[in-house]
């Protein structure tokens, strides 16, 4: 009874250690998020961070599964229009706009459409997505936010 209460003993410590050697994910890290169906926060044009206009919308978009069409807002516009993927290609087209006047946010509202239609490469890790030009280049990142 003793042998086989120690090689039970010595089989559970390997186990542990075992399973202590094995290397965990860290908490931290999430999966990737879906392209589509998320919604897309805007933080960076040209690696330069964005900031959000008082009493206007954030710049965003969504890009929706059937059809496959692209809504969001500029920061001051709200923007609807196309896209197509393939792949790592992400292509945008036929973007259309508000014509709302706003004070301020005119240089990233353009900006953020010009990136748009430059965009060609995609790249989602954990809950960012990067935008890439033709060259490799980022143009834009953007942040998964979760609404409730």
């Not at 399973?19 to 330069?48: F, H, I």
């Not at 060259?135 to 936010?145: M, P, S, T």
């Amino acid at each position: 009874m003793k042998r086989i209460v120690a090689g039970l003993s010595v089989l559970l410590a390997v186990i542990v250690m075992a399973g202590c050697a094995m290397q965990k994910e860290p908490a931290s890290a999430r999966p990737d998020e879906s392209l589509v169906n998320t919604y897309w926060k805007l933080t960076s044009l040209d690696n330069a961070p964005v900031t959000v206009v008082p009493n206007q919308r954030e710049p965003h978009f969504v890009l929706h599964a059937d059809p496959a069409r692209v809504m969001g807002s500029t920061g001051c516009n709200r923007m609807t229009g196309n896209y197509r993927v393939e792949e790592a290609k992400l292509l945008f087209s036929a973007l259309a706009t508000t014509r709302m006047a706003c004070k301020q946010g005119a240089q990233t509202e353009q900006r953020f459409l010009d990136v748009l239609n430059a965009t060609d490469e995609w790249r989602v890790e954990g809950e960012h997505l990067t935008l890439l030009g033709a060259q490799h280049q980022v143009l834009a990142r953007f942040k998964a936010v979760y609404l409730q």
